[in-house]
């Protein structure tokens, strides 16, 4: 792919004939956009045409696959100059080391080179640096840079790696260069006293990186559990709110094609115009349901943050679509008085969505459960910063001790909070149910995070 896109840079390049100026741009930019497929391409060992190669050259380590490799590199080789360069300089005023030789600067390169592969051999470079270390440290060789390199390779070990490995392997490295200091201390002649403290002032060096690389290991994996837990939190409250909106388009739908179903059947020899009503009330709200249906699943499967451009969804049912509803459940029968005193468009989205659903929800559980002669009575009202909506029935009614909280109940109740208001379902004053609700019309964000 890349080498076609080379040659065919090319020849347009040279076919064109614009201002040179001009023809500039147009190359830089080509060129450009062609490194950057070309890096990719790289990356996965796709690109196969000479020319491609020869351009993408050694800039395909700056790929992000390439990085850590390129930045454990450097580091290595820094380690390694360091090493090199300081070890002799290191010695002079420790009268009590050997003067370093040629098996010392062996040992510095390496304790050094195990960084340039630690990502994927962890425990070997480690083994390998702690050795160099202690052998290094047992000959009697001066203290110095190679220190660091054992301090590199620690603290990066400690930090990718399982805190149990960690303890059982740097405690393995601290047993050895303990053994290595104490024949350091016995070469160089020092008492118990003295060896003593230079044993445990050195042991510095490898329990000290250690136990920072362990701390932020721990600290890590404490975020990424927060993380994951956010994760699975946002997920699980994406599936509720999902689930309550499927339940409340498609349970309403349901159980008013039911009560129409029942009207045309009771009606079916004697009026067939009711009936035929009846039939156009079930197409259009099956319909109206199928497509709330098909909205909400269509969303389900998008990828996140992306939309669905091929299935049109039509705007969120608001307070103004509260006549519509009314008309709709009183075709099958059911009394419904609604009083409005708010305007739709002085509500935020949610909370016109929400008030909608509620109003919904409830009428919907008076038809499937206040009995044949219910009537129901629905008021929308302001009141300051708040939204009240009382729906109220006279059907058959629950006493105090035998209301059930069904999953309607409890999605009206979610809505609410969610929003920061207040939510009550209880039995009617004198007969019937009561659906009361309190929502915020201002957008604090405090009141609607609580």
Do not use: C
């Amino acid at each position: 792919m890349f080498g076609q896109l080379v040659g065919d840079h090319d020849r347009l390049v040279h076919a064109t004939t614009v201002r040179p100026r001009r023809l500039a741009h147009i190359r830089r930019r080509a060129a450009s956009a062609l490194r950057r497929i070309a890096y990719a391409e790289a990356a996965r060992g796709r690109t196969r045409h000479r020319r491609a190669r020869s351009r993408v050259g050694d800039m395909s380590l700056m790929t992000p696959e390439r990085r850590p490799k390129l930045i454990d590199g450097v580091i290595g080789l820094l380690l390694l100059m360091f090493g090199l360069n300081g070890t002799g300089p290191a010695g002079e005023g420790q009268h009590t080391a050997i003067e370093p030789d040629a098996v010392a600067f062996v040992l510095v390169v390496v304790a050094a080179l195990p960084f340039l592969v630690w990502r994927r051999f962890p425990v070997p470079a480690l083994a390998l640096n702690g050795a160099a270390v202690s052998v290094y440290l047992a000959l009697g060789y001066p203290f110095g840079p190679i220190l660091f390199s054992a301090v590199a390779i620690d603290l990066v070990f400690a930090i990718s790696q399982p805190v149990r490995r960690v303890l059982v392997a740097e405690g393995a490295v601290l047993a050895a260069t303990a053994v290595a200091l104490a024949m350091h201390a016995a070469r160089a002649g020092l008492d118990r006293f003295e060896g003593t403290v230079m044993v445990f002032g050195a042991t510095f060096w490898i329990v000290v990186p250690a136990a920072i690389g362990i701390a932020v290991r721990i600290r890590l994996e404490a975020r990424a559990r927060v993380r994951a837990e956010q994760a699975r939190r946002a997920v699980s409250e994406e599936q509720l709110r999902m689930a309550q909106e499927l339940h409340d388009v498609v349970g309403h739908g349901l159980a008013v094609i039911a009560m129409q179903a029942g009207v045309g059947l009771h009606v079916l020899d004697r009026n067939p115009t009711k009936t035929r009503e009846s039939l156009e009330a079930i197409r259009d709200t099956s319909r109206e349901a199928l497509e709330g249906l098909r909205a909400e699943l269509a969303a389900l499967r998008a990828p996140h943050g992306a939309a669905d451009t091929d299935t049109p969804r039509r705007p969120a049912p608001g307070l103004a679509d509260l006549e519509t509803l009314v008309r709709r459940v009183r075709s099958g029968g059911l009394e419904v008085t609604l009083r409005m005193d708010v305007g739709a468009n002085e509500l935020r989205p949610e909370v016109d969505r929400a008030a909608y659903r509620i109003v919904q929800e409830s009428l919907t559980n008076v038809l499937r459960h206040a009995g044949a002669a219910a009537t129901a009575k629905v008021r929308v009202r302001r009141r300051g910063d708040w939204l009240l909506l009382d729906v109220e029935d006279t059907g058959d009614g629950t006493g105090p001790g035998n209301l059930v909280e069904g999953s309607g109940v409890r999605g009206m109740r979610a809505r609410t909070e969610e929003l920061g208001g207040s939510f009550e379902a209880s039995a009617g004053d004198q007969a019937g149910f009561a659906v009361r609700a309190r929502l915020p019309v201002s957008g604090s964000e405090e009141r609607v995070a609580r």
